[in-house]
């Protein structure tokens, strides 16, 4: 470090580890990663500082994701510029200033605003961006010469009627104004000639100083309801829309002089001498290319070969089976460089070529069949753009990872429970837990490889997981198609083992799973029903192929299937899974992510406000929808109403909006209370009620984030109390779910992989309880732990998706209470009166009683008459049972 500077000893030392994979030297590549801080460290960004790994101040930009509650900073949003060696990884070191040291950072990136334009100058090129149509752009300039052509540069959708529609801007909003990176939002509608609203669309285009490079994402999304008639999700809903293409073309301004193309990162571009040329990706090119999850409402595969071709003049010049490709094309003295993100997997995809204009097909009109994109779901795609020759694009394809060292996590407390990975000297059944989750990024069977057996491939697909232990006893040649859609929260486990490991594969899971859930398994719309709008759709229904419903859990096909669920249904409270999007949006400041959270944060309040009409009127109770876990009538501890709170604290956190907070409290205090009848609970009801132990655990983070905000107050001695009193019944109750599998219906080994769940309650349990009874928590507490690994590993199906994404995002928790410490947290500041419990009715409870007691008098009535029947006509009987 160079003695010039005289900085002080550092209060703050974070080394930034910056690794390059992709075997391509990097120079001032854009990187942006989210760091947390300790406690009571650093108030404001502009007391930090990056140093490059000579010890040099080297510029960066740093935005406050979040605050701890004494004002510091729990997360910060690092922008910088890297550069690292092909395969090598190199150290930036972020640490406080102190006294007697001001940087001063350059000029970068200026930005003017204007009516019809928006001006951006990186120092490098020069961006003129319309106010009203999206082209992106209407200019670019490089070295005082024009790039583009602007009247053949446009972003376009094409309806199956062959209508052209372009975006028109309604909203533009500066989402992050840097020197180092510039992020522009543009929100709008896709519109004809005559204004006939076709989608909505939004772009996120970033600039970075001194770069020719943008990147643009652009979301085209369809913001009408679905029909689901009969809560039946089917392609080919009368909400959905139909196109031949979506597309984004650009043209030089001056004649083309040569063309460059690079099939894959890792192969050298070549030259190619054809005014046309195209690459098109028409499959994902894996051995199930064709499998039945790609088919469309009339059980169509819009692909129809296996791979992706290059065509030059339309004469086939090459094939293959995945491309990520960059493509090039000059003028005398301009440039254009393109590569959509995720090419192949997100299939199907193309660039086409023609003379001197690029055409970057998101949606190609080669396609077999028209898109369908469904009412309420959306699709974002990543282009990345370069205007000089000098700046490639390998980021598009490979991009470099960023991040602390493990330990610097668990150090800063921002992530509760968290250690680091370490299996030198720890038990067996947590190196046995390890083995196990591991298996997600591991082996022979990753996560990744199970994609390629229902081929969990395009643009559709891509990012989720394939939940095999939905085909267990499937019979048939087809492979059994099934979705996972983030059940349990697999994006928090893989974040939580990548930060504990530091493995990049935990990371590249959790990115692919993210922005699926982000893109598909949302419920973009306001137009449907409130329990409805907004919320998340959840695993597709068990033991039954998905066929038509893509990501929606129920499809006409099932009706009438020997299937064990209901056929009929939507997003759920049950299955609302925030955390794991908090969390990414901390680490990489993606505030489609954090606008997730608040979404489905709103969901659980819009899901509790009454019912209008006149009923609605002399009724103004709650609707209940939220709170609600198996059936309308209970509203005691379980997973839909501990997953609603938990929606509501992850909400909170990124917002600081009391109305989620007051939200979550009132939940709370509806479901549990310190002096509830248990017994009257009927929690030993194995089959109905084992989510009770998910609403406890959210009960034990409630707690902990009241000690972070310091609110030892009623509320946390309520919350308190309550856990206590139901940790209290366990401690004499429960029992292993392998002991109890004959009381429920299928016996899989999900049962023993939920056991980690109750061995999280007794640590909770016993951080919150007096010293008396502390021992006898983490004895039982490490009961189940030990049982849970002992008889999940009695069954040869114990790594299927699902008992594996239990004890990743459960599981961790047990290697932070081996540590020396053991947290202990304060006692209430008095004794409060909690008064007796009192039962939730929610909106039109008389009406759903007496409907219930109809059908259970006409359920009567019909086993009487049998009964009769059987008595005095006992031939008839006969033959209509052997009918029936």
């Given at each position: ?23 391509f030297?990097?120079t001032?590549e854009?990187i ?5 801080l ?5 108030r404001?960004?502009s ?13 960066s930009?740093?935005?406050v ?5 004494d ?20 150290e ?12 001063s950072?350059p ?19 020069f961006f003129v961006?319309?106010a ?15 790039v ?5 540069t446009?972003?376009r ?9 372009q975006?028109h801007?309604?909203g ?8 180092l990176?510039?992020?522009l ?17 939004v772009?996120?285009?970033?600039f ?14 369809n913001s ?14 009368e909400?959905?829309i139909?196109?031949?293409e ?8 001056q ?27 028409d ?9 039945s ?19 030059a003049?339309?004469i086939?010049v ?33 660039i ?7 055409r ?13 994109l469904?009412a ?9 753009l370069?205007?000089?020759?000098t700046d ?15 330990d ?8 509760p ?6 299996l ?9 837990l ?12 990753t ?17 989720d ?18 979705h996972y ?9 893989a974040?939580t083992?990548?930060?504990?490991s530091?493995?990049?594969?935990w ?5 692919d ?14 137009a ?6 907004g919320g998340?759709f ?14 929606r859990?129920?499809s006409?096909?099932s009706?009438?299937?020997k ?17 794991g999007?908090?969390e ?5 400041g993606d505030?489609a ?9 709103e969901?659980v309040?819009?899901?509790?406000v009454?019912?209008?009409?006149l ?11 939220c ?6 009538d ?6 839909g109403?501990?997953n ?9 956190a990124?917002?600081r909006d009391?109305k ?12 549990i209370?310190?002096?509830?009848d ?45 856990l ?5 019944w ?15 219906e ?7 992989a ?5 061995s ?7 951080k ?6 502390r ?7 490490r009961?189940f732990?030990?049982?849970c690994?002992?008889?999940?590993l009695q ?6 998706t ?12 047990h290697?932070y ?10 006692n209430p500041?008095?004794n409060?009166d ?7 009715k929610?909106?039109?409870?008389e009406?759903?009683r007496?409907?219930?007691?109809v ?11 049998r ?18």
């Amino acid at each position: 470090m160079s003695d010039s500077l005289h900085l002080e000893p550092p209060a703050l030392c974070v080394p930034i580890l910056v690794t390059e994979q992709g075997g391509f030297r990097r120079t001032n590549e854009p990187i942006t990663v989210g760091i947390p801080l300790p406690v009571e460290t650093i108030r404001k960004a502009s007391e930090l500082l990056l140093l490059d790994p000579d010890g040099s101040p080297h510029p960066s930009q740093i935005q406050v994701l979040a605050r701890w509650s004494d004002g510091s900073i729990k997360w910060a949003l690092l922008d910088f510029q890297a550069n690292v060696e092909p395969r090598h990884t190199v150290e930036y070191l972020l640490r406080d200033i102190g006294t007697s040291l001001g940087v001063s950072q350059p000029t970068g990136i200026i930005m003017n605003e204007t009516r019809d334009c928006i001006e951006v100058d990186t120092g490098r090129v020069f961006f003129v961006l319309d106010a009203h149509v999206l082209k992106p752009f209407s200019r670019i300039i490089t070295s005082g010469v024009e790039v583009l052509d602007s009247s053949k540069t446009a972003i376009r959708v094409i309806d199956e009627d062959g209508r052209e529609h372009q975006p028109h801007i309604s909203g533009i909003t500066v989402e992050t104004r840097g020197f180092l990176r510039t992020t522009l939002r543009f929100d709008g509608t896709m519109c004809d000639g005559t204004g006939r609203r076709f989608a909505d669309f939004v772009s996120r285009i970033s600039f970075f100083a001194g770069s020719s490079t943008v990147d643009v994402k652009l979301t085209l999304r369809n913001s009408r309801a679905a029909s689901h008639p009969g809560g039946l999700w089917d392609l080919g809903d009368e909400g959905s829309i139909y196109f031949k293409e979506f597309s984004m073309a650009m043209a030089l301004k001056q004649s083309r002089t040569g063309t460059l193309l690079s099939e894959r990162p890792e192969q050298p571009p070549r030259y190619i001498n054809a005014p046309q040329l195209t690459i098109y990706q028409d499959s994902s090119g894996g051995e199930s290319w064709n499998s039945s999850n790609h088919t469309n409402r009339f059980g169509k595969i819009g692909s129809t070969f296996r791979g992706y071709r290059v065509t030059a003049d339309g004469i086939t010049v090459a094939n293959g089976l995945r491309a990520n490709p960059i493509v090039s094309i000059r003028g005398e003295n301009t440039h254009l460089s393109a590569a959509i993100e995720g090419f192949w997997q997100n299939f199907p995809k193309a660039i086409d070529i023609d003379d001197r204009m690029v055409r970057l097909a998101l949606f190609p009109p080669q396609f077999g069949i028209p898109h369908e994109l469904q009412a309420g779901e959306q699709k974002t795609h990543t282009v990345f753009l370069s205007f000089d020759a000098t700046d490639d694009l390998h980021r598009a394809h490979n991009k470099l990872t960023a991040g602390a060292p493990p330990d610097w996590y668990a150090r800063t407390c921002a992530v509760p429970y968290l250690t680091p990975q370490d299996l030198s000297a720890v038990p067996e059944t947590v190196e046995r837990l390890q083995n196990i989750v591991d298996t997600a990024v591991r082996g022979e069977n990753t996560f990744f490889d199970r994609r390629e057996i229902i081929d969990e491939y395009g643009w559709r697909n891509f990012g989720d997981v394939y939940a095999d232990h939905e085909a267990v006893g499937h019979k048939g040649d087809a492979p059994f198609v099934a979705h996972y859609n983030n059940q349990y929260d697999l994006i928090h486990g893989a974040l939580t083992h990548f930060l504990r490991s530091g493995d990049g594969k935990w990371f590249q899971l959790a990115d692919d799973l993210a922005r699926h859930v982000i893109d598909i398994d949302i419920y973009h719309t306001s137009a449907d029903r409130i329990a409805f709008n907004g919320g998340l759709f959840w695993h597709t229904q068990h033991y039954t192929d998905a066929a038509t419903c893509t990501h929606r859990a129920y499809s006409k096909a099932s009706i009438g299937t020997k299937s064990r669920d209901q056929a009929g249904g939507g997003p759920s409270s049950e299955h609302n899974y925030t955390t794991g999007l908090m969390e990414y949006y901390f680490l990489t400041g993606d505030p489609a992510a954090k606008e997730t959270v608040l979404g489905l944060g709103e969901w659980v309040i819009n899901m509790d406000v009454r019912a209008g009409g006149l009923l609605g009127a002399l009724d103004r109770r709650p609707r209940g929808l939220c709170s609600m876990t198996v059936s309308w009538d209970y509203h005691g501890p379980g997973r839909g109403c501990g997953n609603s709170i938990n929606a509501l604290l992850d909400a909170y956190a990124l917002s600081r909006d009391d109305k989620y907070w007051a939200k979550a409290e009132e939940l709370i205090r509806r479901s549990i209370h310190p002096k509830d009848d248990i017994e009257s609970r009927n929690l030993t009801d194995v089959e109905h009620r084992w989510s009770y132990t998910v609403f406890l655990q959210t009960l034990g983070k409630y707690l902990d984030l009241k000690i972070e905000y310091q609110q030892i107050d009623y509320m946390y001695a309520y919350a308190r109390a309550s856990l206590l009193r139901y940790a209290g019944w366990m401690l004499a109750h429960e029992v292993p779910y392998s002991s109890v599998l004959d009381k429920v219906e299928i016996p899989t080994e999900t049962w023993p992989a939920q056991d980690i769940r109750k061995s999280n309650v007794f640590k909770f349990a016993a951080k919150y309880s007096d010293e008396g009874t502390r021992d006898k928590f983490l004895n039982c507490s490490r009961f189940f732990f030990d049982r849970c690994l002992h008889d999940l590993l009695q069954f040869k199906t114990c790594i299927l998706t699902r008992p594996v994404v239990l004890l990743m995002t459960n599981g961790y928790m047990h290697s932070y209470y081996l540590t020396d410490s053991l947290d202990v947290a304060p006692n209430p500041i008095q004794n409060y009166d909690f008064g007796l419990p009192a039962k939730f009715k929610l909106q039109f409870y008389e009406l759903y009683r007496l409907r219930e007691q109809v059908q259970e008098m006409k359920e009567l009535g019909i086993g009487l008459a049998r009964q009769l029947r059987a008595r005095f006509l006992p031939d008839q009987t006969r033959v209509m049972n052997e009918r029936t």
